[in-house]
């Protein structure tokens, strides 16, 4: 909310946390509508939220998206697991305008693991 205030200081803030579950942050996404906030940010992750359908948060997130808000979510909080360097610009594949960016010896692409997870239920 600081960084909000310090861009945007006449605008009305408001908070609701998400942290006790998947489902309570859902209903904190749709309180947070009607209450008439009109831009809602999060940066919570739930990992037992699945990956390849919408969860209960993204289904409340598509609810006040087509109420007319705009929703943003963090990519993620594990700072000292991400990717951090300099922009090295390199060409883009044909048909893509702009640059891309030079992962080391020309590739564009950015390399992760993705490890099996075990079920939590």
Same mark, same amino acid.
């Given at each position: 909310?600081?960084? =909000?205030?310090?861009?945007?200081?006449?605008? @009305?803030? !408001?908070?609701?946390?998400?942290?006790?579950? +998947?489902?309570?942050? +859902?209903?904190?996404?749709?309180?947070?509508?009607? +209450?008439?906030?009109?831009?809602? =940010?999060?940066?919570?992750?739930?990992?037992?939220?699945?990956?390849?359908? @919408?969860?209960?948060? !993204?289904? !409340? =997130?598509?609810? =006040?998206?087509?109420?007319?808000?705009?929703?943003?979510?963090?990519?993620?909080?594990?700072?000292?697991?991400?990717?951090? !360097?300099?922009?090295?610009?390199?060409?883009?594949?044909?048909?893509?305008?702009?640059? +891309?960016?030079?992962?080391?010896?020309?590739?564009?692409?950015?390399?992760? *693991?993705?490890?099996?997870?075990? *079920?939590?239920?």
């Amino acid at each position: 909310m600081q960084i =909000v205030h310090d861009i945007a200081p006449k605008a @009305d803030l !408001a908070f609701r946390t998400g942290f006790i579950s +998947a489902g309570d942050m +859902a209903q904190g996404i749709l309180a947070l509508e009607q +209450a008439n906030c009109d831009v809602i =940010v999060d940066d919570i992750t739930f990992i037992t939220e699945p990956f390849f359908q @919408d969860g209960v948060v !993204a289904q !409340a =997130v598509d609810n =006040v998206a087509a109420q007319g808000v705009s929703y943003f979510s963090a990519a993620g909080n594990f700072g000292n697991k991400s990717y951090s !360097a300099v922009f090295n610009p390199t060409a883009t594949p044909n048909g893509i305008v702009g640059s +891309a960016h030079n992962f080391g010896g020309g590739d564009i692409y950015q390399s992760l *693991t993705l490890h099996q997870a075990t *079920t939590l239920w």
